[in-house]
């Protein structure tokens, strides 16, 4: 097992867990890219978002909005984000989405000389 996120699923890297339940996982990004951040992925593992099928998608918006909830986004808005292959700047190959908030959310070109990364 290869996968950051199934090592964090096992219990074998520690994780700041936000919500979890039989399903699905959310914890804080290690390197946050807003006041809130947190990591929401499917606890079986699934490539990303092309190969995610309706019924998971299903399960896991209700999971996505319950999160948000539990920190406090919902009521100000925040911004959920999932990067699909390695033009769409996936890193990690196990589909996760980020959730980010807490504060007003910048918004770059993509043709801009800045990182996309850097500002979500």
């Known amino acids: ?35 809130v951040h947190i ?11 092309q ?20 920190t406090g986004v919902d009521k100000n808005g925040y911004r959920l984000v999932t990067n699909c292959g390695q033009n769409g700047g996936q890193e ?3 589909l996760h989405f980020h959730l980010l908030g807490g504060t007003p959310l910048k918004w770059t070109n993509a043709n801009s000389k800045t990182d996309p990364q850097d500002t979500f």
């Open 51 to 70: 190969v995610l099928d309706g019924e998971l998608m299903g399960e896991m918006t209700k999971f996505i909005q319950e999160v948000a909830v539990a």
């Open 1 to 35: 097992m290869d996968c950051i996120f199934d090592k964090i699923v096992a219990g074998e890297i520690p994780a700041n867990k936000v919500l979890e339940n039989d399903k699905f996982l959310a914890f804080h990004d290690i390197n946050p890219k807003a006041p």
């Open 92 to 94: 990690v190959m196990h």
């Open 39 to 49: 990591l929401i992925i499917p606890k079986k593992h699934v490539e990303n978002f």
